[in-house]
């Protein structure tokens, strides 16, 4: 069954670092793009980044780029969050979630609706 796992999540202060792990099983990660979402408190749930099948193409929200750097390892089925130069409005749950990569751009990739399943979250708080 398929299944994604994040973790690396915890308690940082500003201008701090984590990385966030999205660990998958029961599917063959090749065949996925996979993304990152957030959901800050009281907001609804958005996109920061994603990877193509391959890792050869990315893309990020705008509010991240140039802090955040995203991964993946097939190898080990795991894709990565590298998070840098964090800030307090980064505050949020965070998802990692797949969807099938049948080549090409990564058109709208932060379209909740294209993927097909979903991680169960890890916890990302920032201090000022």
């Known amino acids: 069954q398929l299944q994604l796992v994040e973790s690396g999540g915890g308690l940082v202060q500003l201008g701090g670092s984590l990385r966030l792990s999205c660990a998958t099983s029961?599917?063959?990660?090749?065949?996925?793009?996979i993304g990152w979402f957030l959901q800050a408190p009281g907001k609804e749930r958005e996109g920061v980044s994603c990877?193509?099948?391959?890792?050869?193409?990315?893309n990020y929200a705008d509010s991240v780029k140039g802090r955040f750097t995203i991964s993946r390892d097939n190898a080990k089925n795991t894709v990565y969050l590298q998070m840098n130069s964090l800030k307090p409005e980064d505050t949020a749950v965070y998802y990692c979630?797949?969807?099938?990569?049948?080549?090409?751009?990564?058109?709208?990739?932060?379209?909740?609706?294209?993927?097909?399943?979903w991680g169960q979250g890890t916890q990302v708080t920032v201090s000022s």
């Open positions: 990877i193509s099948r391959s890792g050869d193409k990315t």
């Open positions: 029961g599917f063959t990660l090749g065949y996925n793009a």
């Open positions: 979630a797949a969807k099938v990569d049948i080549g090409g751009p990564l058109t709208q990739w932060w379209s909740q609706s294209q993927y097909i399943r």
